[in-house]
């Protein structure tokens, strides 16, 4: 059986701050690393930033800075998503990591062109510099990107190209069998489409003379890595190196759906042409919307999870996002539903089923139990997670959460005048208490520690102590 278990988020494109789309990924990352820890003991987390390419290159013209002053603040804002949404990651790369990620990613180059998939040509085509990536007419709208609303450049000159028309049927393959499993189904669907008319080669470098900001081809100075050829390898670099990763490829890849082509067509290309194990799973969520529209700083109504965390607290902020939005589907931000799930399912619901039963049960002693603590989920429960469905898990620990409260109006032990009987139902409700707390642990970990503190089991002794309210109610 397994014993330990490697995941990785994408790594976040450093030429701004961290907006709330990142932190939802980082959250359902960090929720099966604990989920892993907790079933195998270990798991390795790898998180990180994007630091190269054109787009970084002019925004910090733009802002007056160079291109590392640019990246250095941004990722510090990145390392301190750690901090304030309570994450566990165990490792943060960054692309422009000489020491560390350089020698890998001109490895991997080197392999790719020892295995003759490597090859240079003049080049003219639509470059959107949004994307970090040339488009075709199809992927326009009235000459514009879809995405970023501009018009691609017209860009000629002289790249590398990787030949990953070659893989397309190999890839196919792979993603067919479910040796790279895509997930959810519909995303597979769309990868299987895309492979079906065939894959192009891809455009792998730009002139260093246009484009020095990135890594350099190894034995080519006039060429600089494309950010994609380059980045990618930030899973196997941030890991430790080739022999690492061959040891153990990445579990799962938590992306976001606008780069799905570039980790279930591109990568696995490389990563096949290279002679490198393939990753196991690609699972994919979909965007937030705010109030029904896409964030945009020009509409201006992009959520900073930094300001989030600090009006609500941070595993409030990890319950909406976790809860509220579809793992596998775009959902919708607003602070309405935001202080409703609070209100409703937080401080009404879990807060106050701990608040009643700490209240009663501090004044009754030391009680015996002979619980034994079960971090295990149910066949549902661990069947949702590879279904990548985590809402629907929360979904379900709630269910618990009413049952008991019910159960709780039901058999009013504030009215009950035996104490042994008393003693019986404050054990029995504290025993299912403790049971969702570690349901909870990956989820609201912070959460989950406070209620424990609260319901303390040791050698069969129950001690019970009212502690503050877990979610205060908002006005």
Not at 173 to 199: A, Q, Y
Not at 225 to 235: E, I
Request: aromatic share 12%; net charge negative; charged share 30%.
């Amino acid at each position: 059986m397994q014993k330990k278990f490697y995941l990785t988020t994408s790594i976040a494109y450093a030429n701004g701050a961290p907006h709330i789309g990142f932190a939802l990924e980082s959250l359902q990352a960090d929720v099966y690393a604990r989920y892993f820890k907790n079933k195998f003991g270990e798991s390795f987390f790898l998180t990180g930033t994007d630091e190269h390419g054109s787009k970084i290159a002019r925004t910090a013209e733009v802002v007056g800075k160079t291109p590392k002053e640019l990246v250095d603040e941004n990722a510090d804002k990145f390392k301190e998503l750690k901090n304030s949404l309570n994450l566990s990651w165990n490792n943060f790369i960054r692309t422009s990591d000489q020491k560390n990620h350089w020698p890998v990613a001109q490895e991997v180059w080197k392999r790719l062109e020892s295995s003759g998939d490597l090859y240079r040509k003049s080049y003219k085509g639509l470059y959107c510099v949004g994307h970090e990536a040339f488009v075709t007419q199809k992927d326009l709208v009235d000459g514009k990107c879809i995405d970023h609303k501009k018009e691609p450049e017209l860009i000629e000159e002289e790249n590398w190209f990787f030949k990953l028309s070659k893989y397309t049927k190999k890839i196919e393959e792979k993603i067919k069998s479910e040796e790279l499993k895509i997930v959810p189904g519909t995303r597979k669907n769309e990868v299987l489409s895309l492979l079906k008319d065939g894959l192009e080669d891809v455009s792998f470098s730009r002139p260093s003379k246009d484009l020095s900001w990135g890594v350099p081809v190894p034995g080519d100075d006039s060429q600089t890595m494309y950010v994609w050829a380059d980045a990618l390898s930030n899973y196997i670099s941030g890991y430790g190196g080739i022999e690492k990763w061959e040891e153990h490829p990445a579990d799962i890849h938590f992306i976001g759906k606008d780069i799905l082509r570039f980790h279930a067509a591109i990568w696995p290309g490389m990563l096949l042409s290279a002679g490198i194990k393939l990753p196991k799973a690609i699972y994919v969520h979909g965007h937030i919307l705010v109030s029904g529209e896409k964030m945009s700083k020009s509409v201006g109504n992009v959520v900073d999870p930094f300001e989030l965390v600090k009006k609500y607290g941070t595993d409030p902020v990890r319950y909406y996002l976790l809860r509220e939005i579809a793992s596998a589907q775009d959902g919708d931000f607003t602070y309405e539903k935001f202080e409703e799930r609070y209100n409703g399912d937080l401080a009404n619901g879990l807060g106050n089923l701990v608040a009643r039963v700490s209240t009663i049960g501090q004044n009754l002693g030391e009680l015996k139990s002979s619980f034994k603590e079960n971090k295990d989920y149910s066949e549902e429960n661990n069947k949702l997670f590879d279904k990548f469905e985590l809402n629907k898990i929360l979904e379900n620990i709630w269910k618990e959460i009413h049952e008991l409260d019910k159960k709780i109006n039901d058999e009013k032990p504030w009215a009950e005048k035996d104490e042994v009987a008393l003693k019986e139902k404050i054990e029995n409700y504290s025993e299912r208490i403790i049971y969702i707390a570690n349901l909870l642990n990956p989820f609201l970990p912070e959460t989950s520690e406070k209620i424990k503190n609260q319901f303390k089991l040791s050698d069969n002794k129950l001690n019970i102590t009212k502690g503050e309210g877990l979610f205060p109610r908002l006005k």
